[in-house]
């Protein structure tokens, strides 16, 4: 895969000034990698929602079964599914009205990206948020 879902801009943007982060797949297990980057931006600052079907609270935040039972606006939909999975949260997002989808490490759906980037969405994909933080250490 090439960089263009990689935009060090977007990626710096997202970071420093993203507020509210709806996690697709978190749940309460504290060993997954949702639950970590959901908690690592909730320490800096940073509202997590929780989007799981068991729709449980997460990290103090309530959960719901999807992204339109969310009741906030969304700056970016994370989306910790497998990549088979992706496209359906991505397109949730579109429909919803997110700003931006952030698919982690080896999560990847390029027809999903370029979906979400033509309805006007910022994508980052195949990248992680705890690592990327840690390599530009937004405010």
């Known amino acids: 895969m090439d960089n263009r879902y990689a935009d060090e801009k977007v990626i710096k943007r997202l970071l420093g ?5 709806a996690f697709v ?39 719901y079964a999807s992204l339109s039972d969310v009741p906030a606006k969304v700056d970016v939909v994370a989306v910790y599914r497998r990549s088979e999975h992706a496209g359906k949260a991505v397109d949730e997002a579109i429909a919803t ?18 979906r979400a980037r033509d309805a006007g969405l910022d994508v980052v994909m195949d990248r992680c948020p705890g690592v990327e933080w840690a390599l530009r250490r937004p405010s």
């Open 97 to 114: 009205g997110a700003g931006a989808v952030w698919l982690p490490l080896d999560v990847i759906d390029v027809a999903a990206a370029q």
């Open 25 to 63: 797949g978190l749940g309460n297990h504290p060993h997954r990698t949702a639950y970590e980057q959901a908690r690592l931006l909730q320490v800096r600052g940073r509202r997590i929602i929780p989007v799981h079907p068991a729709a449980e609270t997460v990290l103090g935040e309530p959960g």
């Open 17 to 21: 000034q993203a507020q509210t982060w």
